[in-house]
């Protein structure tokens, strides 16, 4: 589904990204660990679009990817540690802009879809200024699949959540998988290991795979004290 080869990116001239490549099949989680400046953040953005590397290619479906032919819009949806919201706006006004050129029907998405699974139709009055940090997540996450994605890319998504908002997220996530999507996330916390099938640690610009048989409690132990990324 996802395949990045030799990917490079740089901060002027310091090196962040350094010749990554990464492959994440149908109905896989691919989890990105690392410590704070890894550059996790950094790699998620190369893979949705956001940002250009300065070399390597990216495919969907074996279809390159790059900023001119639409493939980054079509295959991946990204949800940012930053809720991409407008604050002033409700949550119904925040859907439409999203939903208005999409393929996706918002009134059916509200009525039976993903928004509904993600409890959106119950609050589209309300001002986005007026949620809490999990329902804005869920707002982020809905709008990211305005355009019905096959990959979601997700930094950090139940960080600062309580713990019933941080489980629900998850359950969300395992049904979109279920029905065949990909998701890739960046992590710090340890329940989020379980819904990955390839483990990677991000360190010096290189992806390292981690072992399966290497236990959560090990990768979270050399994570814990670090929350903020590039």
């Given at each position: 589904?996802?395949?990045?080869?030799?990917?490079?990116?740089?901060?002027?001239?310091?090196?962040?990204?350094n010749?990554i490549?990464?492959?994440?099949?149908?109905?896989?989680?691919?989890?990105?660990?690392?410590?704070?400046?890894?550059?996790?953040?950094?790699?998620?953005?190369?893979?949705?679009?956001?940002?250009?590397?300065?070399q390597?290619?990216?495919?969907f479906?074996?279809?390159k990817?790059?900023?001119?032919?639409?493939?980054?819009?079509?295959?991946?949806?990204?949800?940012?540690?930053?809720?991409?919201?407008?604050?002033?706006?409700?949550?119904?006004?925040?859907?439409?802009?999203?939903?208005?050129?999409?393929?996706?029907?918002?009134?059916?998405?509200?009525?039976?879809?993903?928004?509904?699974?993600?409890?959106?139709?119950?609050?589209?009055?309300?001002k986005?200024?007026?949620?809490?940090?999990?329902?804005?997540?869920?707002?982020?996450?809905?709008?990211?699949?305005?355009?019905?994605p096959?990959?979601?890319?997700?930094?950090?998504?139940?960080?600062?959540?309580?713990?019933?908002?941080?489980?629900?997220?998850?359950?969300?996530?395992?049904?979109?998988?279920?029905?065949?999507?990909?998701?890739?996330?960046?992590?710090?916390?340890?329940?989020?290991?379980?819904?990955?099938?390839?483990?990677?640690?991000?360190?010096?610009?290189?992806?390292?795979?981690?072992?399966?048989?290497?236990?959560?409690?090990?990768?979270?132990?050399?994570?814990?004290?670090?929350?903020?990324?590039i």
């Amino acid at each position: 589904m996802l395949q990045a080869l030799d990917i490079s990116f740089y901060y002027g001239k310091k090196c962040i990204l350094n010749n990554i490549s990464l492959q994440a099949d149908r109905g896989m989680c691919i989890g990105i660990f690392g410590t704070n400046g890894c550059g996790k953040s950094t790699l998620l953005k190369v893979l949705s679009g956001v940002l250009t590397p300065r070399q390597g290619e990216i495919y969907f479906d074996g279809k390159k990817a790059d900023k001119k032919n639409g493939v980054f819009f079509q295959y991946a949806g990204y949800v940012p540690q930053d809720n991409p919201l407008m604050e002033d706006l409700t949550v119904l006004d925040n859907l439409k802009l999203w939903y208005t050129h999409s393929k996706s029907n918002l009134q059916a998405e509200l009525n039976h879809g993903v928004l509904r699974m993600l409890h959106l139709h119950t609050m589209l009055k309300t001002k986005v200024s007026a949620l809490s940090g999990g329902m804005k997540k869920r707002l982020s996450i809905g709008l990211a699949l305005a355009g019905q994605p096959l990959v979601l890319i997700l930094d950090e998504p139940t960080a600062a959540l309580d713990l019933p908002c941080k489980e629900d997220i998850r359950s969300h996530l395992k049904l979109f998988m279920k029905h065949g999507g990909t998701v890739i996330l960046a992590t710090h916390e340890e329940p989020d290991f379980e819904l990955c099938d390839k483990r990677y640690l991000l360190k010096n610009g290189s992806l390292t795979k981690i072992e399966s048989g290497i236990p959560n409690q090990q990768i979270g132990a050399l994570l814990r004290d670090y929350t903020d990324d590039i």
